[in-house]
């Protein structure tokens, strides 16, 4: 198993930027991909990025070339950095883990991020 605690969310204004943390405890070997998630308000998660273990990463729609994720693995931290923010971006933001070997994902608690318009 491994446990997964977000951080780095707050309020922000438009075109402002924000890095979000995940901190992967646990079995952390078996890590083989990452990413994020986000919810807002009356919609469903979407993903946002996702990264292997060996780095190789993606974002997804309208965060193409504001967003990037990253991996320290000797700090087992997976990071987003999020840039030119605006008010759609707002929601809950979740980091995720699957292992190898197995489908069931691992979610954090989720941080919250706000952008004013």
């Known amino acids: 198993q491994v446990q997964l605690v977000e951080s780095g969310g707050g309020l922000v204004q438009s075109g402002g930027s924000l890095r979000l943390s995940c901190v992967v405890s646990?079995?952390?070997?078996?890590?083989?991909?990452m990413g994020w998630y986000r919810q807002a308000p009356g919609k469903q998660r979407e993903r946002v990025a996702v990264?292997?273990?060996?780095?190789?990463?993606t974002t997804e729609g309208s965060v193409k070339g504001r967003f990037a994720v990253s991996n320290d693995n000797s700090k087992n931290t997976m990071y987003l950095q999020m840039n030119s923010l605006k008010p759609e971006d707002t929601g809950v933001y979740f980091c995720?883990?699957?292992?190898?070997?197995?489908?069931?994902?691992?979610w954090g608690q989720g941080t919250q991020v706000t952008v004013s318009s």
């Open positions: 995720f883990a699957l292992l190898s070997g197995n489908p069931q994902p691992y």
């Open positions: 646990g079995n952390t070997v078996r890590t083989s991909i």
């Open positions: 990264i292997s273990s060996g780095g190789t990463s």
